[in-house]
């Protein structure tokens, strides 16, 4: 039985060491969409939702999130890189939070390795 157990606990490790890595290249993708669409700019989330109308790639990555959906998704996601990109709130202003996407590389030693 003990070893019934162990087997569960490893499946259910592999299981969670998946998700995460599912949710990081999605939040990944995300963000790029983002970043792309609003060129390294500032914004707030109903510009974001306006700005969808007229960018197909946006408005896929936005299929049905309100503005205070994508407000709440993009805090969510402050405080960790996702794949390289990482959200910050830059200030709160008179319609709501003022939001950017930027992008960080992986420092080198040169060697092509990272640090």
């Known amino acids: 039985m003990d070893a019934l157990a162990a087997r569960i606990a490893d499946a259910r490790a592999e299981?969670?060491?998946l998700e995460a890595q599912y949710h990081e290249r999605e939040n990944a993708a995300w963000l790029k969409?983002?970043?792309i669409s609003t060129?390294?700019?500032a914004f707030t989330s109903p510009e974001l939702v306006q700005h969808a109308h007229v960018d197909p790639d946006l408005a896929a990555a936005l299929p049905t999130l309100s503005a205070r959906r994508i407000g709440r998704r993009l805090q969510m996601l402050i405080g960790r890189t996702w794949d390289g990109w990482s959200v910050e709130c830059t200030c709160h202003e008179r319609h709501g939070r003022l939001w950017k996407i930027d992008f960080h590389t992986v420092p080198s030693n040169g060697d092509g390795d990272t640090v």
Request: no cysteine; glycine share 12%.
């Open 15 to 17: 299981l969670a060491r």
């Open 33 to 35: 969409v983002i970043a």
């Open 39 to 41: 060129r390294g700019l």
